[in-house]
Nanobody
């Protein structure tokens, strides 16, 4: 089955850390770049981080640079988002995405609050 399945997320205090995972199946994961997006109610889904197919290049939204790190393990067909020094503004539903058939993960809630 062609899908992206996410894990991780939850409630964390400000300056805490979380790691999100997104496992791909049903297609050749290593051929495609991956992205993480974030969305809040009433707002447009925004790109948070992206990584090239081989993992050699990454890009980040200015608001998360230096705090969030995207990585991938092509042997495990999984992309990760390590989130450190989290702020309340990082709260939202996070989605992984691949351009292959424009697939999206199911979304996972991250709430940063004391």
């Amino acid at each position: 089955q062609v899908q992206l399945v996410q894990a991780g997320g939850g409630l964390v205090q400000p300056w805490g850390s979380l790691r999100l995972c997104c496992a791909a199946s049903g297609y050749t994961f290593s051929r495609y770049p991956m992205r993480w997006y974030r969305q809040n109610p009433g707002k447009v889904r925004e790109l948070v981080a992206g990584i090239t197919s081989a993992g050699s290049g990454t890009n980040y939204a200015d608001s998360v640079k230096g705090r969030l790190t995207i990585s991938r393990d092509n042997d495990k067909s999984t992309v990760y988002l390590q989130m450190n020094n989290l702020k309340p503004d990082d709260t939202g539903v996070y989605y992984c995405n691949t351009p292959f058939r424009s697939l999206w993960g199911q979304g996972t809630q991250v709430t940063v609050s004391s």
